[in-house]
């Protein structure tokens, strides 16, 4: 067995209570009903009841356990590399928009700590997106530039407090972190009471629309007037939001550093084996916090190697050798740079949806629920239309679709090939895709010696899951539903379990 760094738990996870909100029993009727409590879902349900609606926000599990309980929780328009991109591929008017709602984003979220007084270890950072190679120094310069043209706080610099050198950064100022948990769960408390209902342990099937439209749920129905679908990959597979999106999965430790070593700021490399930096107050000191080594979910099946990556960045580059922590988790990545926020398709008037953030939904996540709250007001918002769910997206086609479910089917389905025919080829802890008389089993056994066996069929779309030995889940390498060892759904779309097998 390799000894991995921390505890396997996400630290904003460990730090904070376990709230616990009762069920949905039978039915209740509100104005709005909000699925999901993660960053989407909460905001929105906050600024709709501020604003005289009824709520009840529904989530499947505990709230802020999902990708926002996960996150790294950077509060920033500084995404990477991307202004420049924008301005080329969508013009300056809508990059200075998405530029513009972002930082409206970031400032939502400090108006809500300051109005609130919500102890949540918010604090004002600089942002920074650095490179360590010469080559890459043109990006980072007419980065700032489409950045500056925009109107963003931001300059270009040489020197950062990283313990390492660098050949260049985009530096925006100005912008936050926080504790997302501590934020989070301080909105949620407010929403309960005077017709409105936030219920946990409650899972939405199917959402009916009508008047008023039906969530209909495991526990009972919800009746309201709108609906938002804040369930991070919408489950609803209208707007075929799962072929415009992909799921991106991510990997986190945290070591304890001294105050006098830590960077001050957070920070972003640029490729795909870019470091994500950032420290949060921890016990009497600090917790340096490092991300990276990404990939499509369902896609890696030792997921310890990634673990084991950043620890030896942060012993190489930061000195530290006393990790506390490691989780990863996964966020969907739009195909053309833009989140989809708004009606679920041009037929429906009344279900909303909110997903695609790319790994920035902190920011994205909160402007999501302002945008939504005010189409549901009927208030007009200067956002709508860069980032309609609707909007045209030419690379989604019929054959596209086909092939995005085939990719799934055959990546992992071309591994069963060859592959376990017997279940006693399960080694102890082991998880194994074993093909037995035709049918496609998922099959883990414990260190115990018991073995536990789901059909390897993912019930959203049918691709077949992959073993992820770090996390002892199934992960679908089609639009990133997870399930427990024993099939318990964890991570949608989907909505129903793996089924039993054997
Ligand atoms: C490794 C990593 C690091 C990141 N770091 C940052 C960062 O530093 N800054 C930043 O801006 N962004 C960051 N992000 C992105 C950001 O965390 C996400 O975009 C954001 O948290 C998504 O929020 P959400 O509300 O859409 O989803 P979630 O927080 O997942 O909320 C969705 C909720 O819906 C519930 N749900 C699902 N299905 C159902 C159902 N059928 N019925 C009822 N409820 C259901 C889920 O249980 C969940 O609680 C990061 C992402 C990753 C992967
Ligand atoms: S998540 Fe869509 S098929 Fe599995």
Known sequence: MTNLPGKPISFWIDSTPNINFSSLTNQVTVDV?????????????????????????IESRHIVTGVSGHTTAKVTSLHQLIYADLIKQFGQEKARL???????????????????????????????????????????????????KLGLPASFVRETTLPFPIFGAVKFDNQAQFHVRKYLLHLAKRIPDNGSYLFENTRVEKVEEGSPCQVITDKGIVRAQDVIVATHLPILDQGLFFAKTYP???????????????????????????????????????LLLIGGEGHKVGTVSETEEPYLKLEAYARDKFGVDSFEYRWSTQDMVSFDKLPYIGKLTPLNQHIYVATGFSLWGMTKGTMSGML?????????????????????????????????????????????KGLATSLSEVANGEGK??????????????????????????????????????????????????FSYDGEVIHGPAVKDLEKSM
């Open 98 to 148: 998405y530029a513009e709602s972002n930082q409206a984003g970031l400032e939502q979220v400090a108006k809500f700590v300051e109005e609130e007084q919500i102890d949540c270890d918010f604090s004002r950072q600089s942002a920074y997106t650095y490179t360590d190679k010469e080559d890459n120094l043109e990006q980072i310069k007419q980065e700032v530039e489409a950045a500056v």
């Open 33 to 57: 009903a909000i699925i999901g409590g993660g960053i989407v879902g909460l905001t929105a349900a906050t600024l709709l009841k501020r604003a005289g609606k009824t709520v009840a926000v």
């Open 372 to 416: 939504l709250s005010d189409l549901i007001l009927g208030i007009k918002n200067p956002w709508a239309e860069l980032y309609d769910a609707t909007r045209a997206t030419p690379f989604v086609t019929p054959t596209s679709l086909k092939e995005n479910v085939d990719v799934g089917i055959h990546w992992v389905g071309d591994r069963l």
């Open 248 to 286: 991106k999965r991510s990997y986190i430790i945290g070591a304890r550093i001294e105050r006098a070593k830590a960077p001050e700021g957070m920070f972003i490399g640029i490729g795909e084996q870019y470091r994500s930096i950032r420290t949060t107050p921890y016990q009497d000191g600090l």
């Open 433 to 482: 895709l074993v093909t037995v008389k035709g049918e496609k089993i998922a099959a883990y056994r414990d260190t115990q010696g018991t073995l536990h066996t789901v059909s390897a069929v993912c019930p959203h779309l049918a691709c077949v899951v992959n073993w992820n030995s770090a996390e002892k889940s199934w992960d679908c390498p089609c639009h990133g539903s997870r």
